[in-house]
């Protein structure tokens, strides 16, 4: 266990769905991350908040939403998605935003159908 | 943009024996590098980091070894377990900057 968990692990959804990823984290850390894991590719860094305040938004298309109430927990709102956005999506913590290491959840394995 | 890549995509080693994993970054302005372990299912596992003020660092069974002149990172892993099955992937940042992630090396130990 990271201190990160993820929900749900599985979400299957259709294109005209709107679902939502979870994320928590258990380790007093101040900054949040999402990536998209693609087979084959590099982890892609999708959005970064840090104090509950969005720093970093890597050209992630409008159907993807991110949302962080308070530092320990952090969202992904989806909708209208693409077969091409099914990926495996992990969140990560970190005591700051730069310069540490980051502890990342188990993921959601994302199927758009 | 940042290339983070390794040279192998896959490796099987032999139980007992070690393994050495590889990548490669194209930024020579990096100066923070993690390895990454990501077993089957799970997200990834810090393993070991490096600052580019050093050359090696040593864990538990593992050695990063960081050649800053070819911009070469190297994860050592000694006596290699059925458990050390998983992908490895490097990262690399230059400090107050996001991390950039390689592909990952899928290790295999033959018991």
């Known amino acids: 266990e990271t201190g990160v968990t993820q929900t749900p692990r599985h979400l299957v959804m259709g294109m005209t769905n709107k679902k939502s990823l979870k994320c928590e984290q258990h380790?007093?850390?101040?900054?949040m991350y999402w990536y998209k894991q693609s087979a084959k590719k590099p982890l892609e860094l999708m959005f970064v908040y840090s104090l509950e305040e969005r720093v970093e938004n890597n050209s992630v298309p409008s159907r993807f939403s991110p949302e962080c109430p308070n530092s320990s927990h952090l969202f992904l709102h989806l909708h209208t998605l693409q077969p091409e956005d099914s990926a495996l999506y992990l969140c990560a913590s970190s005591p700051g935003q730069t310069d540490y290491e980051q502890y990342f959840g188990p993921g959601t394995r994302l199927t758009v159908t | 943009g940042e290339s983070v890549g390794l040279h192998l995509p896959t490796l099987s080693v032999q139980e007992g024996d070690n393994s050495i994993i590889n990548c490669a970054y194209s930024n020579s302005a990096s100066d923070y590098f993690i390895w990454y372990k990501q077993e089957s299912g799970k997200g990834p596992q810090f393993i070991i980091d490096?600052?580019?003020?050093?050359d090696k660092r040593q864990g538990q069974r593992v050695t990063v070894l960081l050649n800053k002149t070819v911009k070469h990172l190297s994860l050592q892993i000694a006596a290699t377990q059925p458990g050390d099955s998983a992908v490895y992937f490097c990262?690399?940042?230059?400090?107050?900057?996001?991390?950039?992630f390689g592909t990952g090396t899928s290790l295999t130990v033959i018991p």
């Open positions: 990262a690399e940042s230059v400090t107050g900057n996001q991390f950039y």
């Open positions: 380790l007093g850390h101040n900054a």
């Open positions: 490096i600052r580019s003020n050093m």
